[in-house]
Structure formats: structure tokens, C-alpha cells
Nanobody, 125 residues
């Protein structure tokens, strides 16, 4: 059974930091062969691309809103994806989701095959 479990969300003041984690497991995808991404969603809006990382970890991609503040990374030994978020702003408040694409990483939410349940990030101003 494919499973993505996010953790690390919470309440933080503006300017603070959080690190999100996503533990991945499954039979139909291999962590080391899969592109992975982070997306976020606020009520009433669609899911928005935040960051993605290639299968090798060499390629990383960011939304303009995340560049310079967020860092995506992955640990192959732990099968875990991370999102380090610094200098958080109130507009970063959202539910954050990790996702797996069984081939290449992508910025398009429609390309991903499996999703976690999400973790809430709330930034107070």
C-alpha cells in the first residue's frame, strides 16, 4: 500500500522556520526512482506548486514564492522528503502536501501519482 505521511507542520510567527517531512513507502513506486514535490492549498483555492526534486536529488525546482526561502531535499536511506522553510510569511499559511511521481519531477499537480494527507502550516503575523 502506497503511503506518504507528512509531519512537521504547526504554528509559527512570521520570520520563523519550520521543516516539513514526508515519509514515503509503497509497492508500486521506488523512492530512489521517483520525482517528488511539495504543494500547498488554502481553502477555496486549488493546490499550488511549492517545490520539486528530481529522482537523483540533483535537480530542484521552486515556485517564485519559495525561492531563496525554502529548500527541498531527500534522504534515500530514510525514504524521506523534506521541505525546510525559512523567513516564513503569513501568506505561507496553508495545508502542505507531499506527492510522488513515478518518473520525473514536475511542477504540475496533475502529473503526480500519490499524495499524502497534508500537514497544516500557520504563520502568525
Amino acid at each position: 500500500q502506497e503511503q506518504l505521511v507528512e509531519s512537521g507542520g504547526g504554528l509559527v510567527q512570521a520570520g520563523g522556520s519550520l521543516r516539513l517531512s514526508c515519509a514515503a513507502s509503497g509497492r508500486t513506486f521506488t523512492f530512489s526512482s521517483s520525482g517528488m514535490g511539495w504543494f500547498r492549498q488554502v481553502p477555496g483555492k486549488g493546490r499550488e506548486f511549492v517545490a520539486a526534486i528530481s529522482r537523483t536529488g540533483v535537480g530542484t525546482y521552486y515556485a517564485d514564492s519559495a525561492k531563496g526561502r525554502f529548500t527541498i531535499s531527500r534522504d534515500y536511506r530514510l525514504n524521506t522528503l523534506y521541505l525546510q522553510m525559512n523567513s516564513l510569511k503569513s501568506e505561507d499559511t496553508a495545508v502542505y502536501y507531499c506527492a510522488v511521481r513515478k518518473v520525473l519531477a514536475s511542477r504540475d499537480v496533475r502529473d503526480y501519482d500519490y499524495w499524502g494527507q497534508g500537514t497544516q502550516v500557520t504563520v502568525s503575523s
